[in-house]
């Protein structure tokens, strides 16, 4: 009897709604786990309600099958996302320096090339120069020493030149 | 979250999940169909999962919007009975007191199913499935004093006409 007022009470803060979870959970437990007395009746059948609609549930196996699905093509998905990406990548990279190349070519072919700056120290670069000018100097002068040859011949064939017409026009003469 | 902390975290609601898609749908096929999609969601966005405070009223709320969703996007018609899979589990009844039981049960489910939709949900969240007041407000995005509203109300009609119920037979 003292359970029962205990209980009626905790009913009469329910249904203004002050009851706290734990309170209502002693509703619950109590209303499913005994003979319920006709006075109580009305509110019985209203947690052994709640009670059971809190004994249903989801088929289990079949949603268990379909994430697990779900998940596989997951994995699955994710590897061969990832090969794409790649690939994609890849495939980028090659367009570009194909494309840098041919485009460098053309440049190239429409381009004479230009003198390159070979040094980058000007003191070293003054250096090379004065010897390549040195170098074609040296040149100069051997040339010059075999044009005085060259000369000294043809003095040569003047003279034998004039002395062979002298001969003609004495032998005219004669 | 991985594989593991998804199955032991997820999955042990996911029948909090299907009876609240039930209760919002009235239909079993449609109501498992929601739970897959939210847990199919859960696992998909699981990289941002760990920046949810409450993630389980985050799966309720899912639940509620995919199942209001399916309400607003399609003609439906509810097929299946509240009370369908419910087994009366009372060992040393006689058949007519199952019967009784039954038939009880199945008067409140249909005062139950009367009620409008917001009490409905803030009832079924509170009385079966024993949230705070607190995540039934997360879940059910209302603000305190309309959770607190609906629920009195929800909890006065159904004493009313559970009473007049036992009194008339009605």
């Not at chain 2, 749908?25 to 169909?33: G, P, T």
């Not at chain 2, 760990?50 to 799966?59: D, F, G, P, R, Y």
């Not at chain 2, 939709?117 to 995005?141: A, F, P, T």
């Not at chain 2, 607190?148 to 119920?165: M, Q």
Request: proline share 2%.
């Amino acid at each position: 009897m003292r359970m029962d007022s205990r209980i009626e009470q905790l009913l009469e803060k329910y249904w203004k709604c002050e009851t706290s979870l734990e309170e209502e959970k002693e509703l619950k437990d109590f209303f499913n786990s005994q003979e319920i007395s006709d006075e109580l009746k009305e509110p019985a059948t209203l947690f052994k309600y709640f009670e059971y609609q809190k004994k249903q549930g989801v088929d289990e196996e079949r949603l268990q099958k379909k994430l697990s699905s779900v998940v596989e093509s997951d994995k699955r998905g994710k590897v061969v996302t990832m090969f794409f990406t790649i690939a994609k990548i890849a495939a980028g990279v090659v367009v570009l320096v194909a494309a840098t190349y041919l485009v460098r070519e053309e440049v190239r072919k429409s381009y004479p090339t230009e003198i390159a700056d070979t040094y980058s120290d000007p003191e070293l670069a003054f250096e090379e120069t004065k010897k390549a000018l040195m170098m074609i100097s040296r040149g100069f002068g051997k040339a010059k020493q075999e044009a005085v040859k060259i000369k000294t011949f043809n003095e040569a064939e003047q003279i034998i030149q004039g002395n062979s017409e002298k001969e003609d026009s004495s032998k005219i003469n004669i | 979250m991985d594989l593991r902390a998804f199955e032991n975290r997820v999955m042990p609601v996911k029948n909090k999940l299907f009876r609240f898609a039930l209760r919002l749908l009235d239909n079993a096929a449609e109501a498992e169909d929601v739970v897959q999609d939210v847990l199919i969601k859960v696992w998909n966005s699981r990289e941002t999962m760990n920046q949810i405070n409450n993630w389980e009223a985050w799966c309720m709320r899912l639940t509620k919007n995919l199942s209001l969703d399916r309400l607003r996007s399609q003609q439906r018609k509810a097929t299946d009975s509240l009370m369908t899979g419910l087994e009366v589990k009372q060992e040393g009844m006689s058949p007519h007191e199952k019967t009784e039981i039954a038939e009880s049960m199945q008067q409140v489910s249909e005062l139950i199913a009367s009620l409008p939709e917001k009490q409905r949900q803030v009832m079924h969240l509170r009385d079966v499935e024993g949230y705070s007041y607190n995540e039934i407000c997360e879940i059910l995005e209302l603000d305190m004093s309309q959770v607190k509203i609906s629920l009195f109300r929800a909890r006065n009609t159904v004493r009313e006409k559970l009473v007049k119920i036992n009194a008339y037979g009605l």
